[in-house]
């Protein structure tokens, strides 16, 4: 179930935009409601706000996600992930990760040198330090998606090719893959919209069904903006859908 918030958590952020018309501004935020079958399981927001880091401007994204009622009596969970990036390159300089996910937890910051290709690991729970080496181009968990919503390869994009990233996670660099699948109109609480479908490449198991388990769908506009996450898991299925939004960069386009 961890495993699944962190999806939930994340996945929103997964769209696209050519760096000539940035996606996404200081000040955006989302809310998604997530549903196990007929359960409401919980919620997952994300928002940009500005920060400084070594008076630079730099942005700041915060996600939060957390189990409600009684899914929550049964697996608790409180995730919070933060990310500090370059408002130009969206290089990151620092990320956050404090999570509590049915009592396993997690207290961690990692503190970026680009020019070195490093990585310092501080672990607050176990109270140590480590520099690992990363890649060149390499981003946490936050600021991937954040970087990936202005990659300018999206309106090139044919059904079946995907786009990769270096992303940082639990100590080890991801090789992070995203397929696109085609296009479809949808029913959202705000009206019907046009989305963009993209499936996550995701390793089959004992979570997930298949490498294509999880399905994202974005609108079809210059926002990208993520309306729907559906996962098929080993046990029952899961669904996440937008509840909330605000600070777009254009108006949402709903076709009735």
Same mark, same amino acid.
């Given at each position: 179930?961890?495993?699944?918030?962190?999806?939930?958590?994340?996945?929103?952020?997964?769209?696209?935009?050519?760096?000539?018309?940035?996606?996404?501004?200081?000040?955006?935020?989302?809310?998604?409601?997530?549903?196990?079958?007929?359960?409401?399981?919980?919620?997952?927001?994300?928002?940009?706000?500005?920060?400084?880091?070594?008076?630079?401007?730099?942005?700041?994204?915060?996600?939060?996600?957390?189990?409600?009622?009684?899914?929550?009596?049964?697996?608790?969970?409180?995730?919070?992930?933060?990310? +500090?990036?370059?408002?130009?390159?969206?290089?990151?300089?620092?990320?956050?990760?404090?999570?509590?996910?049915?009592?396993?937890?997690?207290?961690?910051?990692?503190?970026?040198?680009?020019?070195?290709?490093?990585?310092?690991?501080?672990? +607050?729970?176990?109270?140590?330090?480590?520099?690992?080496?990363?890649?060149?181009?390499?981003?946490?968990?936050?600021?991937?998606?954040? +970087?990936?919503?202005?990659?300018?390869?999206?309106?090139?994009?044919?059904?079946?090719?995907?786009?990769?990233?270096?992303?940082?996670?639990?100590?080890?660099?991801?090789?992070?893959?995203?397929?696109?699948?085609?296009?479809?109109?949808?029913?959202?609480?705000?009206?019907?919209?046009?989305?963009?479908?993209?499936?996550?490449?995701?390793?089959?198991?004992?979570?997930?069904?298949?490498?294509?388990s999880l399905t994202l769908w974005i609108?079809?506009?210059?926002?990208?903006?993520?309306?729907?996450?559906?996962?098929?898991?080993?046990?029952?299925?899961?669904?996440?859908?937008?509840?909330?939004?605000?600070?777009?960069?254009?108006?949402?386009?709903?076709?009735?």
């Amino acid at each position: 179930m961890k495993k699944i918030f962190l999806l939930i958590l994340f996945l929103p952020l997964f769209s696209f935009q050519p760096k000539t018309d940035t996606a996404f501004d200081t000040g955006e935020w989302f809310k998604f409601r997530i549903h196990y079958g007929i359960v409401n399981a919980g919620y997952a927001t994300i928002q940009i706000t500005d920060a400084t880091i070594n008076n630079k401007k730099v942005y700041h994204a915060v996600g939060k996600g957390y189990t409600t009622g009684m899914s929550r009596f049964f697996f608790k969970v409180e995730d919070l992930y933060e990310s +500090y990036f370059d408002k130009i390159t969206g290089k990151p300089y620092r990320y956050v990760r404090k999570i509590d996910e049915g009592g396993y937890t997690k207290d961690q910051e990692g503190f970026f040198n680009q020019e070195q290709n490093r990585i310092v690991v501080k672990d +607050y729970k176990r109270k140590s330090e480590k520099t690992i080496l990363v890649t060149e181009n390499v981003q946490d968990i936050v600021s991937s998606f954040y +970087y990936l919503r202005n990659h300018p390869d999206i309106d090139n994009l044919k059904v079946g090719e995907s786009i990769a990233i270096d992303m940082f996670f639990d100590d080890e660099i991801t090789k992070f893959k995203l397929k696109f699948a085609g296009r479809e109109d949808i029913t959202t609480k705000f009206g019907t919209v046009s989305t963009m479908i993209f499936k996550p490449l995701v390793q089959k198991g004992r979570v997930f069904k298949e490498k294509e388990s999880l399905t994202l769908w974005i609108t079809d506009d210059k926002n990208k903006l993520p309306v729907r996450i559906k996962a098929d898991l080993a046990v029952g299925s899961l669904k996440a859908d937008i509840d909330g939004f605000r600070g777009l960069q254009s108006p949402l386009k709903i076709k009735k």
